[in-house]
């Protein structure tokens, strides 16, 4: 295929961001809507149950269940029958798991309810979006909720257009979600605004359910909770006073003790941003004009845009641990990253992912008939970690920025979805630079035989 010809008819001009991410999700998930006894039929995914101790719970999670003192209440928003007796083994599988919970230790209780037969139950949870299907833990005023979505590993055939289970996680998120509830670990995230961010409901939701608290901060007017592990800037479309970045810098460094974090994601529909971009450089990396596409239809996620990219794992060393390096994360509508230099005055830059060599950077002011040459076509790196790093003796100080090409990578139907690992790929990054230990890792169960 030539270069240009996936990029050349008009339709490809990408304008309405948001409005394409979702009318291509729309095409590419599978939404599960559970309901009443029409359960099986609602979530269309295939399966081949292997015989092996997919039933069972892991040692991992009997060891910290045993040591739960405070009561925890499980609800599961079913009818029993619909897990139970539907001929269908991995939502079986689902419900022995859950019900061995309450079996090894008798502070944990597992309940059944109906929800469409007792609609008030969810009355009592205006704060949550609850659905049939899901599962609610909750232990005094600190709740956490799993669908039955999140119970599995869903791989994607691009060929096919079928998802399809690879394996449970089942053990891995109720053990997570009871962690979730039961521990004194409290992690402090803070999305910053005042500058006319993009908002993304999606992103707080996923770090609420994953357990950290998460607080708003104004750049304009707040100051900095030392507390805050974290921070999170999504695309800001108007430059902040030159003053205002002392304070991110000050938070970064922390007294030279550093370990904090920051997110900073870019958006093609940013005006030029000469403050922002001064910070950035300062940490070595550039965030320039166009947009990201793609020339190879198999490097994308719908075939009716180049500019859904997906990208690849540039560094395999950091945050891969448990995580599938086949389940690409994706970057759509992203901006091109260039990094400055490697190393310098304790700066450090390091690429971890990258869009491929197939890409190319269609230029902001291009022609309606604009298409790329051989010579356009590069790797472009689509995430960058930039670390501002000092040793006190033997022991290693760090503070990390993460930049983004693309905003879109936390918008809902991307972090929802199964078909990319961005939700996971984030949750991992976020793990190990806080390090928490109110996080449990345990290998998948095996559901699937040959697909």
Known sequence: ???????????FKFGAVSTAISVIFIALIVVVNVVATVLTDKFPLTIDLT?????AL???SIAYVRGVTQPVNVYVLSRESDLENTGNLY???VKRVIDQYAQYNGNITVSYVDIVKDPTFTTKYPELSLNYGDVLVESGSRRRTVSMYDMFNVSYNQQTGQQYIRSSKADEMMTSAIMGVTSDEIVTVGILSGHEEEESPALRTLLEKNNFQVVDVNLQSDEIDPSIEVLFWNAPKRDPDGSLFQKLDDYLENGMNFGKH???TASSEQPDLPNVSAFLEEWGVAVDGGVVAETNSSNVLSFTSPFFCTVEYTDTEDYLERLSQSIRVTMPFGRPLRTLFDARSGYETKVLLSYSPTSVVRPADAAEDWAPTEDDLGEVPAMVRAQHRRYEGTTFLASNLFILSSSSAFDQNVLESK???NAD??????NTVT???DVITIAPKDLSGDQ
Do not use: C, D, H, W
Request: hydrophobic share 30%; net charge neutral; no cysteine.
């Open 1 to 11: 295929m030539k270069p240009g010809s996936f990029l050349s008819s008009k339709r």
């Open 51 to 55: 015989p092996n101790s997919a039933f």
């Open 58 to 60: 892991s040692e991992e």
């Open 91 to 93: 939502y079986t599988q």
């Open 262 to 264: 920051m997110f900073y």
């Open 419 to 421: 078909s990319v690992n």
């Open 425 to 430: 790929y984030l949750m991992s990054i976020l």
């Open 435 to 437: 390090e928490r230990e």
